[in-house]
């Protein structure tokens, strides 16, 4: 008897476990997660070179007065980051402007809500580049500023750019008035006043013949960084111009400081080093309005092959002196 009703159970547990296992294809599992365009897109903007300008420049020439716009054009590398989504799935990316101006003692904000359009991107890529001028930004917004603009840009204008991604479903970021990433949601630049005169500023060297113990000893490295900026500032005493490398990142261990000095009348200019053994010297290699070219030597040349030739290059629209002479020191 005990083992017909062990039986009998057995017999009516089939059913039930082939219907459970039955009903187990039938529950509807839950469909994986797909984010939105909205929350995965985003765009990322970079100058197109690591010493490229990121605000308008405008120069005031100390020596004559003028002052005149030096940068009027910014130029960005432009990334584009999608997620799981390709490029081929965007249609396009409209890009606004919004600016805001000081007036009086008044900050306002400019665009109101949308903004001004200031370019399209049909069918972009992942990286793309554009460039923002001075003018186009006069114009968009020459209704709004106020007069004290006279129909450019100052040098306190801040402006802002935003951004609508559209994707070929329909879909649409825009960080208008949608941010998913705080940090990543406009991109934001401006203009600056310099005060310039032919050897007042900040130049770009560059190192175009490199002796092989500079490569290996250069404080900056510059067989591996042949770029970078030399600061000329002025000293107090007329004619004389402070150099916060006279080496241009050549130099042993550590920079070259000193001064120059500029004979007008004669044209000549000298180098003076302050430090306590370096004496950095300039020899002339060739000259053009833009581009003062020199071969460098200082103390240690004597002893090891350290030396080389670099370029200083101006983009204050300023010219470097005609038939200059640099005379030994």
């Not at 396009?92 to 200031?118: C, M, N, P, S």
């Not at 840009?153 to 559209?166: A, H, P, S």
């Not at 581009?291 to 460098?296: A, D, F, S």
């Amino acid at each position: 008897m005990k083992k017909f009703i062990i039986l009998l159970i057995a017999i009516v547990s089939i059913p039930f476990f082939q219907s459970c296992d039955e009903d187990k294809d039938d529950i509807a599992q839950p469909k994986s997660y797909n984010a939105s365009l909205a929350e995965v897109a985003s765009l990322q903007f970079a100058p197109i070179t690591d010493d490229a300008p990121t605000a308008f420049q405008y120069n005031y020439d100390l020596q004559t007065g003028n002052a005149f716009w030096a940068i009027t054009d910014l130029e960005y590398n432009v990334n584009l980051s999608l997620g799981e989504y390709e490029a081929s799935d965007i249609s396009k990316i409209d890009l606004y402007v919004f600016a805001e101006e000081i007036d009086g003692e008044t900050y306002k904000y400019l665009g109101g809500d949308q903004g001004k359009l200031l370019k399209t991107i049909n069918a972009p890529s992942d990286e793309f580049q554009i460039t923002v001028s001075k003018d186009e930004l006069a114009t968009l917004y020459a209704n709004e500023f106020s007069p004290e603009h006279n129909g450019d840009i100052l040098t306190d204008d801040v402006f802002e750019i935003k951004w609508v991604i559209t994707g070929k479903d329909g879909s649409t970021l825009d960080t208008r008035k949608d941010c998913y990433d705080d940090f990543n949601c406009s991109y934001g630049f401006g203009a600056k006043t310099v005060y310039v005169d032919t050897w007042v500023g900040e130049f770009q060297y560059n190192w175009i013949d490199i002796g092989p113990d500079t490569v290996v000893y250069s404080w900056a490295k510059v067989g591996a960084n042949p770029k970078g900026i030399v600061v000329f500032s002025e000293s107090g005493t007329e004619g004389q111009y402070n150099l916060d490398d006279l080496s241009c990142g050549g130099a042993y261990k550590e920079p070259d400081p000193g001064y120059i000095t500029y004979n007008a009348d004669a044209n000549e200019l000298s180098l003076t080093s302050t430090h306590a053994r370096y004496n950095s010297k300039w020899e002339l290699v060739s000259l053009t309005p833009t581009v003062l070219t020199v071969k460098w030597t200082y103390y240690y040349t004597q002893f090891y092959p350290e030396y080389g030739t670099f370029e200083i290059i101006r983009n204050d629209g300023l010219s470097w002196p005609e038939n200059l002479t640099i005379v030994s020191n």
